[in-house]
């Protein structure tokens, strides 16, 4: 659970470097989805979730990875508007990995008897999922985007604590 949650911290911080054309991501998507990919593995006997968001998990390592690379020659600036479909691609696919994690939290709040904040969890996660979509929504309509980019990220932290509350749950009753 240590590095599902590492890697989310890396997903949802977003530091980047803008040089022209060239972006430069500090801290990388696909090193975030290494360590979920190696969080996951951690995790499939406690639940076939974790399993079932594992090819998931890897196709965005790669997909990230590329896109690393595409902002750092500055060829995804080139892609202009498509670059938007994309990112809407790689939001919903990021949801159903953490969809999956979530129920996999449940999983084991179920199997075990232990309280792991699950329902809690799921009440954030719907709350990402919606905020996120709403984000490509109102892409073309600047002032809502702008508003809805910053919820975004006060949703992704709160998504975060609620995460980190599971992860010492977890831990705590080992």
Not at 112 to 123: C, Y
Not at 129 to 149: D, E, G, R, T
Request: charged content about 15%.
């Amino acid at each position: 659970m240590r590095n599902i949650f590492k890697g989310m911290l890396f997903i949802f911080l977003d530091i980047n470097l803008d040089l022209g054309s060239t972006r430069i991501e500090l801290i990388p998507d696909f090193l975030g989805y290494i360590f979920i990919i190696q969080g996951l593995a951690e995790l499939i006997g406690e639940s076939e979730r974790f399993a079932k968001a594992r090819p998931y998990a890897i196709g965005m390592c790669v997909y990230t990875a590329l896109l690393f690379l595409m902002d750092l020659f500055g060829v995804s600036y080139d892609l202009g508007e498509a670059i938007l479909i994309l990112g809407l691609v790689s939001t919903i696919i990021s949801l159903v990995i953490s969809y999956h994690i979530v129920m996999g939290v449940k999983d084991i709040e179920f199997s075990s008897g232990r309280q792991l904040n699950a329902n809690e969890l799921m009440s954030k996660w719907k709350l990402l999922a919606i905020v996120s979509i709403l984000i490509y929504i109102l892409y073309f309509m600047p002032v809502f985007n702008v508003i809805a980019i910053l919820t975004g990220l006060v949703v992704g932290i709160v998504y975060l604590v609620a995460f980190n509350r599971t992860k010492k749950l977890y831990y705590d009753e080992m």
